[in-house]
T-cell receptor, first 112, second 115 residues
Framework: KQEVTQIPAALSVPEGENLVLNCSFTDSAIYNLQWFRQDPGKGLTSLLLIQSSQREQTSGRLNASLDKSSGRSTLYIAASQPGDSATYLCAFPDRDGQNFVFGPGTRLSVLP | NAGVMQNPRHLVRRRGQEARLRCSPMKGHSHVYWYRQLPEEGLKFMVYLQKENIIDESGMPKERFSAEFPKEGPSILRIQQVVRGDSAAYFC?????????????FGQGTRLTVV
């Protein structure tokens, strides 16, 4: 059974800092992983999708990497802004590839 | 192409009433998933459906909960005889193939409050 953890649980940084969010998983036989952002009281916005054959994916100030051998993914946010404040979730398909198992999330606050 | 549409956005029910949550997937998507997010907890898988078929309902409580995805119309998550513990945000996701293979897109959720 796929289990996902995220560290740190919460993070508060001043505006402009570069930061790294970590995600660990137990089953390396994954199809892909997806990073989401969730704003309070809102739905999930897909940020990045990394296919199993890829090692990283970039979109604007965001870069996500995938290391299947170590069971880790990181989300790098460059030059953070107050608008980046949200909860960031990583998710992996279960072994059957039928649905996602979500991490508990990292709650990010970027202070102006 | 509109995203995944869920309605209502907010739903208040008294204990014992029925709650019906609707989800219209993105155009061209035939796979629908329902997740539940309890207050201060992560998202938990409930059920996976394709048109007219329930593929995996392993995450759904055995009693009072049911889901369907008819040939025409939205997917429906039904909760009968709601209790306070059912208060949560319910999210629907859709994908063109199984979530293991492709990117999934989520709706804005329905926030159910049982009073």
């Amino acid at each position: 059974k796929q289990e996902v953890t995220q560290i740190p649980a919460a993070l508060s940084v001043p505006e402009g800092e570069n930061l790294v969010l970590n995600c660990s998983f137990t089953d390396s036989a994954i199809y892909n992983l997806q990073w989401f952002r969730q704003d309070p009281g809102k739905g999930l916005t897909s940020l990045l999708l990394i296919q199993s054959s890829q090692r990283e994916q970039t979109s604007g100030r965001l870069n996500a990497s995938l290391d299947k051998s170590s069971g880790r993914s990181t989300l790098y946010i460059a030059a953070s802004q107050p608008g980046d404040s949200a909860t960031y979730l990583c998710a992996f398909p279960d072994r059957d590839g039928q649905n996602f198992v979500f991490g508990p999330g990292t709650r990010l606050s970027v202070l102006p | 192409n509109a995203g995944v549409m869920q309605n209502p956005r907010h739903l208040v029910r008294r204990r014992g009433q029925e709650a019906r949550l609707r989800c219209s997937p993105m155009k061209g998507h035939s796979h629908v998933y329902w997740y539940r997010q309890l207050p201060e907890e992560g998202l938990k898988f409930m059920v996976y459906l394709q048109k007219e078929n329930i593929i995996d309902e392993s995450g759904m409580p055995k009693e009072r909960f049911s889901a369907e995805f008819p040939k025409e119309g939205p997917s429906i998550l039904r909760i009968q005889q709601v209790v306070r513990g059912d208060s949560a945000a319910y999210f629907c996701a859709s994908s063109p193939q199984g979530q293991g293979a492709t990117e999934a897109f989520f709706g804005q959720g329905t926030r159910l409050t049982v009073v």
